[in-house]
């Protein structure tokens, strides 16, 4: 296992089009978060799963946003109609249960979305 | 709401001086806290992890220090490097993680 993988590394669109971002995990983490970063902040948390089960939504995550989980493995992160507003660097992290482990969250190395 | 909040927000020391970075969370009901590392247009990279019931960590010249009652954790550096260079990031588990905005840090060699 090498990690968190996220594909595609950067993207860059026309407003209006839609993007999928893609997160495959660590193999036994079970949990699977989200994050946004812009330049000069931190992480802003969007939403996470246990297993398939999406458990918390952030108010950031507008009805143009959806994450799903299928399987329980990899994850997607698609954003319908983009805005300049959505450019920023999206991070996928992944850890194991809080109560069975350390809970040490794995990131990868991010989406750069850039919406022209 | 967890706020977490991170002071200074940057921070520039000659090389060789210890530091010490701070962060603060306001709501004490937490699994843990995870202090991290982002370079430049990168990830970021775990450096510790405090369980709540947890008072340090230490790895190699980091320490950091959690006193949950009080909402606030430390990292220190000792013998600052160049190669420390960069945004440290603190973030509390509740299970959503909570991240403070970070501490840019250059090492002036």
């Known amino acids: 296992d090498t990690g968190v993988s996220q594909n595609p590394r950067h993207k860059i669109t026309k407003r209006g089009q839609n993007v999928t971002f893609r997160c495959d995990p660590i193999?036994?983490?079970?949990?699977l978060y989200w994050y946004r970063q812009t330049l000069g902040q931190g992480p802003e948390f969007l939403t996470y799963?246990?297993?398939?089960?999406?458990?918390?939504k952030s108010r950031l995550l507008s009805d143009r946003f959806s994450a799903e989980r299928p399987k329980g493995s990899f994850s997607t992160l698609e954003i319908q109609r983009t805005e300049q507003g959505d450019s920023a660097m999206y991070l996928c992290?992944?850890?194991?249960?809080?109560?069975?482990?350390?809970?040490?969250?794995?990131f990868g190395a991010g989406s750069r979305l850039t919406v022209l | 709401k967890q706020e977490v909040t991170q002071i200074p927000a940057a921070l520039s020391v000659p090389e060789g001086e210890n530091l010490v970075l701070n962060c603060s969370f306001t709501?004490?009901?937490?699994?843990?806290l995870q202090w991290f590392r982002q370079d430049p247009g990168k990830g970021l990279t775990s450096l510790l992890l405090?369980?709540?019931?947890?008072r340090e960590q230490t790895s190699g010249r980091l320490n950091a220090s959690l006193d949950k009652s009080s909402g606030r954790s430390t990292l220190y550096i000792a013998a600052s490097q160049p190669g420390d260079s960069a945004t440290y990031l603190c973030a509390v588990s509740q299970p959503r993680v909570i991240f403070g905005k970070g501490t840019r840090l250059h090492i002036l060699p």
């Open positions: 992290a992944s850890s194991q249960h809080p109560e069975k482990g350390a809970n040490v969250l794995t």
């Open positions: 405090i369980q709540s019931s947890q």
């Open positions: 193999s036994e983490h079970n949990r």
């Open positions: 799963f246990q297993n398939e089960a999406q458990l918390e």
């Open positions: 709501d004490s009901a937490i699994y843990n």
